[in-house]
C-alpha cells in the first residue's frame, strides 16, 4: 500500500515530538519537514544556556541530521511556509516552492510579543525566541558591553537578564506586576526570587510600565509612564508569547487566540492537525513543554485512525530552574479562597521558600523555590486529589520512607507520567530503555533518552528508577587517587586527618603499596599540606621537579624565573634589576605573560637561586597548583569607565593569598568595572566592580576549557568581598581534587551547593573556614627568600644533562 505523505510545518519541540510519537505507531507516512529555522530541532529551554557561553548550539540539538536521516524525514531548513490552500491540500513556501500533502500538521508555535511602545524597532532592541536572537544578542554584548534593560519579568525575560550578566552586561529587569513570575509564583515568592536575583547583580524594578526607548543613532535610555528614566544602550523585549496563527487563518481553520482543536487534536479541517504552543484547546493555551508533548502523544494516536488517546488539559505544573535557582509550582497555589489553608516555611539565609495550600483535606496547590525535591509528590497529591489524612503531619519537610506501590515509590507512578519537562520523556521510556540497555549510570539513561540533558532537576527521580529497576544502587566509577592508594581523596584527607599522617610515606606504608608513583605522590604532598596547614615537614621526593626547584622546566632543560608583579603592577627598580639579572645571566628570552608578569626563559638550573637573590622579588609561584596571580585593570584611579580601585584591590588580594597551594593552578582577576578589561569573568576568582560595590565570581576558564564565571555573590564593600572570595578559595582548597581546577569543582558540586556552605553558611562555620586559612597563610614562606640562601638539598641546583628523547622522559619527571 502506497503510504500517505504527512506534511508538517515547524521544525520545534512540540511537532518533532508528535513526528516521533507517530514514528511510533509505524510507517504509516512519508514525511516532510518544512523548518523557517536553519538548524536542526532545538531545546528552547537551552537558549539561555547557549547565551551564558555554556553550550554551543550543537549541544542543544534534540535531533541532529542523523535522526532525520534514518527515519526518512525529509527536511527542508529555512524553508519558511507563506500559504495554504487547503482544497488542493498545498503548503507554498517564501521562495515559491508548492508541497502537497495527504495530512497537515501545524506546529508553528508562538511570536514573541512586542508591546507598542515608542522606539521599539530601533538597532540594539532584541527579541529573546530563538538561536538568531541569542547570537545577535551576544554581538552586541560584545561590541558595545554596557547596561541592558529588559523588558518583562516572566521566565524568559530572567533567563535574558542572567545571559547577560555572564556577557559582561549590567542588568535591570523591569516588570509591569507587582511580582516576578506572577503566573508561576504569589506575592512572597515573586519578592523571595527578586532577593535572590539581586543577590545576583541584578536590578528589579516592579509596576514599571515602559513607553518609550530613547537614542537617535543609537539606544541611550529607557523612559517609565512615572516620567523615571534608566540609561541603557540594550533592550532586550521579553513580554509573553502569543501563538502563531496567521497560516491557519489562511487556511480556513477555526482560531481564536490559538488554533482550535478537539480532544483528539483535530481542527476544523478533518486533514489538518496542530500541536504545540500554537493550538488553543478547550479555552486555553499552553507555553509549557509538557502539555505540549502530551498533545503530541495524542495527536499521534488520532492521525494514525487509532483515536485511543483524548486530550482532556493538563493540570499547570511548572518545575524549572531560573537563573540557576530551583523552581516550582503547580495548582492553585494562591489560596485567595478564606477556606484555604496554607502551610509554609522560608529561610533566606539558604534560599529556600516552600508553600502548600489545602482545601477539604487536599493538596491543591504549591511552591517551591531552592528545593523543589518533593515537587514530583506533592504533584501527585494534587493531581490524584488524594485525602492527606495522617500524611498531614509531615506534609511539608518529611518525606515517609518508599514502599513499593505507595505514591513515594516512584515505580507506583504511571508509564506516561512525564519525568523530564525539558525534553518531554516518560517513566515508562525510561524502565524501558534501563531494562533493554542494561544501563547503570545517568550517563547512560541520558545517551539513550536524552533525559536530564535540559536543565538537570530531573537527575534524582531518573537515578530513583533506575536504583528500583536494576534492584540496588547504581554503577558508580571508582573514584579512587591512585592504585597505590585505592582510596578516593576525600577518604584520605579523613585518614590524615583522624590518624595523625604528616608524611606521604606513612600513608603509602599503612595505606598504600609502600612506594607510590607520579600520580598519587604529589597528590598526597598536597593533602597533607592542607590539612595541617604547613605545619609539617615536606618531603620534597614526593614533588615534581618544579616544585622541587620552584621553576618551570623547559623542554631543553632550562627553566622559566616569573617574579611575583601584585596586580600586574611593577616599577622602574624592579625593571632594571630584571633588565640587569638577564644581560648577566644570558637569558635568552625575555617575555610578556598573559598573566601582566614578566618572564624570563632559558635559565641554567645552576643559576636560580642567584638570580632569585639577585631580583630580590618575591615568588611567583607560576610553575605548582598555587595561587599565580590577580590580573588587574587600571580602574578608578586612571579609566574614565572605572567605579572600583582595581589596581589596589588586585594588590591587597595577591598580598592574602599568594604562597598557598590549591588542587588546580588558581588565577584571579579585579576589574574596575563590567567592560572587564583583566578579563575576570573567565578567572578563577574574580572581582567585578559596579556601582555601589562587587560582584564576586568564581570557575571561569579561558584555556583548553572556555567557561564564564558564575556569580557567587554581589556585595557592597570590598571587605565583604574579599570575605566570600577567601570562603571559597579555602572551600576549593579542601573539597577539590587533587588537579582539579575551579571551573571543574563548581560543576561537580553545583553553584548552589558551594553556596550554601560557604556565603550562606553559619557564621560560626564561615569562621571556622576562614581561621583554617588564616592559619595556612601564617605558615607559608617565599621559597626563593629561604633556598636561595639556604637550598633544601646539596644536589638541589646541580645541573643535569637530558638524552637526545629528554622531552619525552620530562613528561614522567616528577620522583
Known amino acids: 500500500m502506497e503510504r500517505k505523505k504527512l506534511l508538517v510545518i515547524g521544525n520545534g519541540m512540540a511537532g518533532m515530538a508528535c513526528v516521533d510519537a507517530i514514528l511510533q505507531q509505524g510507517p504509516h507516512f512519508d514525511i516532510t519537514v518544512l523548518s523557517e529555522e536553519p538548524y536542526y530541532n532545538y531545546n528552547r529551554i537551552l537558549l539561555s544556556s547557549v547565551l551564558q557561553g555554556e553550550k554551543l548550539v550543537d549541544d542543544i540539538y534534540i535531533n541532529t541530521k542523523e535522526w532525520y536521516d534514518a527515519n526518512g524525514i525529509d527536511l527542508h531548513l529555512g524553508a519558511k511556509a507563506v500559504d495554504i490552500n487547503a482544497p488542493l491540500h498545498q503548503v507554498v513556501t517564501e521562495k515559491g516552492d508548492i508541497f502537497h500533502y495527504d495530512k497537515l500538521l501545524i506546529a508553528t508555535g508562538s511570536d514573541p510579543f512586542i508591546p507598542p511602545i515608542e522606539g521599539v524597532k530601533k538597532k540594539g532592541v532584541f527579541a529573546f525566541r530563538n538561536i538568531n536572537d541569542v547570537n545577535a544578542m551576544t554581538s552586541h554584548c560584545e561590541e558595545a558591553p554596557g547596561r541592558a534593560v529588559v523588558i518583562g519579568g516572566g521566565l524568559l525575560g530572567l533567563e535574558a537578564a542572567y545571559g547577560l ?162 523552581l ?261 628570552l625575555v617575555k610578556v605573560t598573559g598573566s601582566q608578569r614578566l618572564d624570563l626563559l632559558g635559565v641554567k638550573k645552576a643559576d636560580l637561586p642567584k638570580i632569585w637573590d639577585e631580583l630580590g622579588m618575591p615568588c611567583g609561584h607560576a610553575y605548582t597548583k598555587a595561587v599565580r596571580m590577580v590580573k588587574s585593570c587600571v580602574g578608578a584611579e586612571f579609566c574614565r569607565y572605572g567605579t572600583q580601585n582595581s589596581m589596589q584591590v588586585g594588590v591587597d588580594l595577591e598580598k592574602e593569598l599568594e604562597g598557598l597551594y590549591t588542587p588546580g593552578k588558581l588565577k584571579m582577576g579585579v576589574v574596575g568595572c563590567p567592560r572587564n578589561c583583566a578579563e575576570a569573568t573567565v578567572k578563577d576568582i574574580g572581582l567585578i566592580g559596579i556601582e555601589g560595590g562587587w560582584q564576586v565570581v568564581i570557575g571561569g576558564a579561558a584555556g583548553k576549557v572556555v567557561r564564564a564565571a558564575d556569580i557567587l555573590v554581589t556585595v557592597s564593600t570590598t571587605e565583604e568581598a574579599f570575605e566570600a572570595a577567601k570562603l571559597f578559595f579555602q572551600y576549593y582548597r579542601e573539597n577539590g581534587k587533587y588537579g582539579e581546577r575551579t571551573y571543574d569543582f563548581v560543576e561537580r558540586l553545583g553553584l548552589e551547593k558551594v553556596r550554601r556552605e560557604t556565603i550562606l553558611a553559619n557564621k560560626e562555620i564561615q569562621d571556622a573556614i576562614l581561621n583554617r586559612l588564616e592559619k595556612s597563610k601564617a605558615n607559608t614562606v617565599d621559597p626563593w627568600v629561604v633556598e636561595a640562601k639556604r637550598p633544601a638539598t646539596s644536589m638541589q641546583f646541580d645541573e643535569f644533562v637530558l638524552p637526545k628523547d629528554g622531552a619525552a622522559l620530562l613528561n614522567n619527571f616528577p620522583v
Request: net charge negative; with cysteine.
Open 165 to 326: 550578566i555572564k556577557n559582561n552586561m549590567q542588568v535591570t529587569v523591569v516588570h509591569l506586576g507587582n511580582r516576578l513570575m506572577e503566573r508561576q509564583l504569589d506575592e512572597i515568592g515573586g519578592l523571595f526570587l527578586k532577593r535572590e536575583i539581586e543577590k545576583m547583580g541584578i536590578e528589579v524594578l516592579l509596576q514599571k510600565s515602559t513607553t518609550r526607548i530613547m537614542g537617535k543613532d543609537r539606544i541611550e535610555s529607557v523612559q517609565f509612564k512615572d516620567g523615571s528614566i534608566v540609561e541603557a544602550n540594550m533592550v532586550v523585549v521579553a513580554c509573553g508569547i502569543k501563538p502563531n496563527i496567521e497560516l491557519a487563518k489562511k487556511a480556513g481553520l477555526k482560531v481564536n487566540r490559538g488554533i482550535e482543536v478537539n480532544d483528539h487534536m483535530e481542527t476544523s479541517d478533518p486533514d489538518i492537525f496542530a500541536v504545540g504552543e500554537c493550538v488553543e484547546h478547550r479555552g486555553m493555551v499552553y507555553g509549557l513543554v509538557a502539555p505540549l508533548y502530551e498533545q503530541g502523544k495524542v495527536l499521534a494516536s488520532t492521525i494514525v485512525g487509532l483515536k485511543e488517546l483524548t486530550y482532556e488539559g493538563t493540570t499547570l505544573a511548572t518545575k524549572l530552574k531560573v537563573m540557576g535557582i530551583e
Open 328 to 588: 516550582f509550582s503547580a495548582g492553585d497555589f494562591l489560596a485567595e479562597d478564606p477556606s484555604m489553608e496554607v502551610v509554609a516555611y522560608e529561610d533566606h539565609a539558604f534560599g529556600v521558600y516552600k508553600k502548600l495550600v489545602v482545601h477539604n483535606n487536599r493538596l491543591i496547590g504549591s511552591i517551591l523555590i531552592g528545593d523543589s525535591r518533593d515537587s514530583g509528590r506533592f504533584l501527585k497529591l494534587i493531581r490524584d486529589e488524594e485525602r492527606l489524612g495522617d500524611k498531614r503531619q509531615n506534609l511539608l519537610f518529611e518525606t515517609p520512607p518508599a514502599v513499593a506501590g505507595s505514591p513515594e515509590d516512584v515505580m507506583s507512578l504511571p508509564d506516561d507520567e512525564t519525568i523530564c519537562g525539558c525534553i518531554g520523556v516518560t517513566k515508562g521510556q525510561i524502565v524501558c530503555a534501563v531494562k533493554e540497555n542494561n544501563l547503570k549510570s545517568l550517563a547512560g539513561v541520558k545517551k539513550c533518552t536524552k533525559a536530564s540533558t535540559g536543565c538537570g532537576t530531573c537527575a534524582g527521580t531518573v537515578e530513583d528508577i533506575m536504583r528500583a529497576v536494576n534492584g540496588g544502587e547504581l554503577e558508580e566509577v571508582a573514584d579512587v587517587l591512585c592504585e597505590c592508594v585505592p582510596f578516593p581523596q576525600e577518604k584520605l584527607r579523613n585518614i590524615v586527618q583522624t590518624q595523625k599522617l604528616k608524611s606521604v610515606q606513612e600513608i603509602l606504608d599503612v595505606y598504600g603499596n609502600g612506594v607510590g608513583c607520579q600520580v598519587c605522590k604529589p597528590a598526597l604532598s598536597y593533602v597533607i599540606d592542607e590539612v595541617w596547614c604547613g605545619e609539617h615537614t615536606e618531603d620534597r621526593s614526593a614533588r615534581f621537579i618544579n616544585d622541587r626547584v620552584h621553576a618551570n622546566i623547559q623542554k631543553d632543560g632550562t627553566f622559566s624565573v616569573i617574579p611575583r608583579m601584585r596586580g600586574g603592577l611593577t616599577n622602574p627598580n624592579e625593571l632594571r634589576k630584571i633588565a640587569d639579572v638577564a644581560d648577566k645571566y644570558k637569558v635568552k
